[in-house]
């Protein structure tokens, strides 16, 4: 699977968006992304995913560069909840998906 | 059950004794992942069960650790002989479908079993 990098942590006001980035330059045409966050004492939790086109669900919007080497999670409105890990994974399709590989995720610390 | 279940939420050992770690998946999940997060660090993959078989051990880090899956739902993951650098949140996850082609395949997971090692 293709590496991903993302800042270490960031900090955003609540209330407002959160865009947290991904780099995954090596990302093949079959390798999808896949957001995961990870708030304290819990266990991951799916966010959303997509593989060319922009996503949106009830918790967030991702989107996908044209070239695909780079991808954006926002959050519309952070709330103190969203404090947590965020991680970025890309992860093939099909039988050889299964493994998530995490990195170490952006910390995210939403502040009044 | 409603989510994956994983008991005990803690367990605290003396170096050198075996452990056992238990998981439940979602019920209908055919897979079934056990991850283990070290402080400050992202979860490592250990071993994944398509059904009753281990389809990925790859992440298991030496022969001390095992992990079962006898009748395709609960696993337990075994522990010999645990050694101090075994502290950490062992992670279980489950998941409904095994490898579609449309990447739709999102796993659900536990809270941890935290396991010191002292």
């Known amino acids: 699977d293709a590496k991903t990098t993302q800042p270490p942590s960031m900090d955003c006001a609540e209330g407002r968006a959160a865009n947290l980035p991904c780099n995954h330059s090596?990302?093949?045409?079959?390798?999808?992304v896949y957001w995961y966050r990870q708030i304290h004492s819990q266990g991951p939790q799916y966010i959303i995913h997509g593989l060319k086109n922009n996503e949106t669900n009830e918790m967030a919007s991702l989107i996908i560069t044209e070239d695909r080497k780079s991808s954006t999670l926002i959050l519309p409105h952070a709330t103190l909840r969203d404090t947590a890990v965020y991680y970025c994974?890309?992860?093939?399709?099909?039988?050889?998906?299964?493994?998530?590989?995490f990195g170490g995720g952006t910390r995210v610390l939403v502040k009044p | 059950g409603a989510g994956v279940s994983q008991t005990p939420s803690n367990k605290v050992t003396e170096k050198g004794k075996y452990v056992e770690l238990r998981c439940d998946p979602i019920?209908?999940?055919?897979?079934l992942y056990w991850y283990r997060q070290s402080l400050g660090q992202g979860p490592e993959f250990l071993i994944y069960?398509?059904?009753?078989?281990?389809?990925?051990d790859s992440g298991l880090p030496n022969d001390r650790f095992f992990a079962v899956r006898p009748e395709g739902s609960v696993s337990t993951l075994k522990i010999q002989r645990t050694e101090r650098g075994d502290s950490a949140v062992y992670l279980c996850?489950?998941?409904?479908?095994?490898?579609?082609?449309?990447?739709?395949?999102?796993?659900?997971f536990g809270a941890g079993s935290r396991l010191t090692v002292l």
């Open positions: 090596t990302i093949s045409g079959n390798e999808y």
């Open positions: 019920s209908g999940h055919t897979a």
């Open positions: 996850a489950s998941s409904l479908t095994y490898g579609i082609s449309s990447g739709a395949n999102v796993l659900t």
């Open positions: 994974i890309v992860r093939v399709g099909g039988a050889a998906g299964n493994k998530l590989t």
């Open positions: 069960f398509q059904g009753t078989g281990a389809a990925d």
